[in-house]
């Protein structure tokens, strides 16, 4: 996961940036990208360079933005040229600074840490999990089908993707409320006091979870790190915070956002909603689809060494960003990008990053979205926006809307 920093103030242009590539677009926080964020981001590719350089300001730190499919794919599998160290936007304290692990954590090292949890989320781990996650989906319906109405987004599409991310990480569910609050102050505030507080509580409480789980180990995630030995070797303190942090925060957002966006669509499509009912052999294409049309992160790096890159000279030291939304309405990879088209001839999308950073809950997220889907348009087939809803999107690095009301 990769978000909009929070920089101090508006960056100056370096000298070695043509003037005709400077472009100024408020990706994650202006009011056109918040009006209607997936518009924006599509029609970048037709308003700007394909590699641009925005300019900074106090929410965003100036870099070059890729907007191309094949250059992302290149800069995400190519760590000797782009890596992630430092890319982190989350408020640290530089004398006592720690890395996010494994997100700022470069190969050859970045294998031995995500091993710890990986067996968690491979293929394997995910398919047992199937039945509990679709009993939760019938759990959460139960409780609001019968009042012909639902705050989607707080009714299930966020406990069901966090609950099942809290179960796995060995953290209780009865503190989402919290866990929630904190990652939006984090993700999506856009202030430094916000952010700065909730920081200061969240690794508080982390810090209370590793001293907790190092003295009574269990079987979920954070004990697997706080636990672990990369390598053979344990880790310190500030690698295990740094790694139990990431995973924490990975996880409390993404998926959330995404089904939010999709049910979006889904409340003003019925004939595409009875599409994917009328043809339920279909799902995994339907869930790809709709991961590649929704996508809600980006992904940032620094440059190791000067690099050329479609023609353009990116210097030792530059910020990297690829847009992965627009990246994914590529009209060169994605004939029609802006169709949701589930015979869509499968190609590898950008939803989940790429490389040795790939998202590793990518397996865990296409199951959720499948029985997300499968589940609510079995049991509840029509439904709308309700009568004048406005849907707003907030800002920051993880993209989708505050409120999702439902009828039907």
Same mark, same amino acid.
């Given at each position: ?217 269990? @079987?979920?995630? /954070?004990?697997?790190?706080? !636990?672990?030995? #990369?390598?053979?070797? =344990? ?5 295990? +915070? ?77 910020? @990297?960003?690829? /847009?992965?939304?627009?990246? !994914?309405?590529? #009209?060169?990879?994605? =004939? ?5 088209? +589930? ?66």
């Amino acid at each position: 996961m990769a978000t909009a920093a929070a920089p101090t103030g508006e960056s100056k242009i370096p000298a070695h940036v043509p003037p005709e590539l400077v472009y100024t677009a408020r990706i994650t926080e202006g009011p056109e990208f918040l009006a209607a964020p997936y518009k924006f981001m599509a029609e970048l590719h037709d308003k700007a360079p394909p590699i641009f350089f925005n300019p900074g300001n106090e929410h965003i730190h100036a870099g070059w933005q890729l907007l191309k499919y094949d250059d992302a794919y290149f800069v995400l599998r190519h760590p000797e040229y782009f890596t992630t160290a430092g890319t982190g936007p989350f408020p640290r304290d530089p004398n006592d600074y720690w890395r996010i692990i494994p997100l700022e954590i470069d190969p050859p090292h970045h294998r031995k840490y995500r091993a710890l949890v990986d067996p968690l989320v491979s293929p394997k781990a995910v398919l047992q999990l199937e039945i509990s996650i679709r009993q939760l989906a019938n759990d959460l319906i139960d409780k609001f089908i019968d009042k012909r109405e639902c705050e989607f987004a707080k009714d299930f599409g966020r406990p069901l993707p966090v609950g099942v991310f809290l179960d796995i990480m060995g953290l209780p569910r009865d503190m989402m409320d919290t866990f929630v609050r904190w990652a939006m102050g984090l993700l999506h505030a856009q202030n430094k006091q916000i952010a700065q507080q909730c920081m200061n509580e969240v690794t508080e409480y982390l810090q209370s979870v590793i001293r907790e789980k190092a003295a009574k180990p269990d @079987v979920q995630a /954070v004990s697997a790190i706080v !636990n672990g030995r #990369p390598g053979g070797e =344990p880790m310190s303190p500030k690698e295990i +915070f740094g790694f139990v942090f990431f995973l924490f925060i990975a996880g409390l957002d993404t998926v959330f956002a995404t089904l939010n966006n999709v049910f979006v669509w889904l409340a003003e499509n019925p004939d595409r909603r009875q599409e994917i009912i009328d043809q339920p052999d279909n799902i995994s294409n339907v869930v790809e689809e709709l991961l590649r049309v929704f996508t809600v992160t980006f992904s940032g790096r620094t440059l190791t060494q000067d690099y050329e890159l479609r023609g353009v000279t990116l210097k030792k030291g530059d910020r @990297v960003t690829s /847009v992965l939304p627009a990246c !994914n309405y590529d #009209p060169e990879i994605f =004939p029609n990008p802006r169709e949701v088209n +589930f015979t869509r001839p499968r190609k590898p999308i950008l939803a989940f990053a790429g490389g040795v950073h790939s998202c590793m809950g990518a397996h865990l997220a296409r199951m959720e979205m499948k029985i997300c889907i499968q589940e609510f348009l079995r049991r509840i087939p029509n439904f709308t926006l309700k009568p004048g809803a406005k849907i707003e999107y907030w800002p920051g690095g993880v993209v989708g809307p505050k409120n999702v009301p439902l009828v039907w």
